[in-house]
């Protein structure tokens, strides 16, 4: 019987190479690009049941709530929210995991996975997971490579120190090096050598095997987030990493702080499907076409197209495309991208344009994501703005008061519960409630269902930074 294994999900990347549908505000990670369940829902199932724990999530405070959130919708309750300061990229964010665990449990059996990564093959992977864990109890690092499809130069390689044999499955051996991502030429000479896998980034070890290595590799990262976790504090179900010693952590890689200097370190196989949906031509590559090669999601249609992505979530607009090919076109409310296939790599190049020229669909969806449900805006003018508010089942906005506007809530699905200074008030569909300007209000949804109200505001500012809040159950100032 194997160690209980302890899924660590790292979810703080923000894919821009997926925009307009991934953004700062709402990244890849929790976007459902293929069937009914985000990437890190996906992610946290793959890595569920009997012989796994609860996951740790390494995360930043933008997305704490939306982690929670996605997971209880799975009844998963995580085991820990570390929430990262800054961003430190991965070095830190396994360091911590791996403290905590082994504060929490002594010598754990950690499996580090990104929370963005497609393998549709569950138990597939489960088996190569259980083939690797009889090294990793042996103090040894492992490391999973993909068995390369395509002479690919967007990821790293990992060479093997024995050439793959046709039951490379049950292959488990030495890694000799990491490549850095080649360049086209180089990449077919590693696709046609066969002593090449591609660098998925997931790791199994234990927790005093990865802290020996930062200790021997690594010292002053190791020192830095002890400090961070010894000085850490406890917000609702989240722990937040000090922030003074973790701005000295350098910003390094795993594979650059560690990986690259360890001698204990072993490579398996995986054979499966797998994807790190990187930019829009994985979202094609993964999703099902038809005979020309066409994929349709959404509400979208293609006459006489070949090799095209067509995606539109809006369920109020009709993305139609005729005699396109080669092409990725993905519609939105408030932004639409037409690209070339060969171009979807430069798509991270073109958001850091619009962020330099201040287009706030850079980085912002209209749909803003709160720890109680979510809002947009439906029309905004000089004097009003009309939003559409949707508060989850159980939920409460903050006690708060605006100086520079009103409200008028009117309910149009499910059941509100009002506080208007001191009148507390049961609001059902096609009732309303208006707050005046400056009055100390709250809203609530006692229900089972989600609440559905339109807010219309009236005034002259409307920013979000006129909330003056003076209780608030998620503990935001």
Request: with cysteine.
């Amino acid at each position: 019987m194997h160690p209980l294994i302890h899924p660590v999900l790292l979810c703080g990347g923000s894919g821009t190479r997926l925009w307009p549908l991934s953004r700062k505000s709402y990244p890849k990670q929790f976007v459902k690009f293929l069937g009914e369940e985000s990437l890190f829902q996906l992610s946290a199932r793959r890595l569920s049941g009997a012989g796994y724990a609860n996951p740790t999530v390494v995360t930043n405070s933008d997305y704490r709530f939306m982690c929670v959130e996605q997971l209880a919708s799975m009844e998963i309750l995580p085991q820990n929210i570390l929430i990262e300061p800054s961003a430190r990229n991965t070095a830190a964010a396994i360091c911590a995991a791996a403290i905590c665990l082994d504060s929490q449990f002594g010598d754990s059996m950690m499996l580090v996975a990104p929370s963005d990564h497609v393998i549709p093959d569950f138990a597939r992977f489960r088996d190569t997971i259980e083939l690797a864990i009889s090294q990793a109890d042996k103090d040894h690092i492992v490391t999973f490579g993909i068995l390369p499809k395509s002479a690919e130069t967007g990821y790293g390689w990992l060479e093997l120190t024995t050439k793959l044999s046709e039951d490379f499955a049950t292959l488990l051996q030495p890694l000799k090096s990491f490549v850095e991502k080649p360049d086209s030429e180089y990449a077919e000479t590693l696709l046609k050598g066969g002593m090449h896998l591609w660098n998925a980034g997931i790791f199994l070890f234990s927790s005093q095997t990865i802290l020996g290595a930062f200790a021997e590799h690594a010292p002053e990262i190791l020192a830095n987030v002890r400090k961070a976790f010894e000085r850490a504090e406890t917000d609702l179900a989240f722990l937040r990493l000090a922030a003074e010693p973790w701005s000295c952590i350098e910003n390094i890689s795993i594979d650059y702080a560690v990986m690259e200097r360890a001698q204990n370190l072993h490579v398996i196989p995986y054979e499966g499907s797998w994807s790190d949906l990187g930019d829009w031509n994985a979202v094609l590559s993964e999703s099902e076409a038809d005979g020309n090669g066409v994929v349709e999601i959404g509400c979208s249609t293609a006459f006489n197209c070949h090799d095209t992505l067509l995606y539109s979530s809006n369920e109020a607009q009709e993305l139609v495309a005729i005699g396109l090919r080669d092409i990725i076109a993905v519609a939105m409310q408030d932004a639409v991208l037409v690209a070339h296939r060969d171009s979807a790599q430069n798509i991270k190049d073109v958001v850091s344009e619009l962020k330099l020229k201040g287009v706030t669909q850079a980085e912002t969806l209209l749909r803003d994501y709160r720890p109680w449900g979510w809002y947009e805006s439906i029309a905004l003018g000089p004097t009003f703005q009309v939003k559409r508010i949707v508060v989850n089942s159980g939920a409460a906005l903050s006690l708060q008061s605006h100086n520079h506007r009103s409200e008028h809530w009117v309910v149009v699905e499910g059941i509100a519960k009002v506080t208007i200074g001191d009148d507390v008030k049961i609001v059902r569909e096609n009732q309303s409630a208006y707050i005046p300007m400056q009055e100390i209000h709250r809203l609530e949804n006692p229900g089972d269902e989600p609440l559905t109200l339109i807010e219309i505001q009236t005034g002259s500012y409307f920013g979000e930074d006129d909330i003056i809040r003076y209780e608030d159950v998620y503990a935001r100032s």
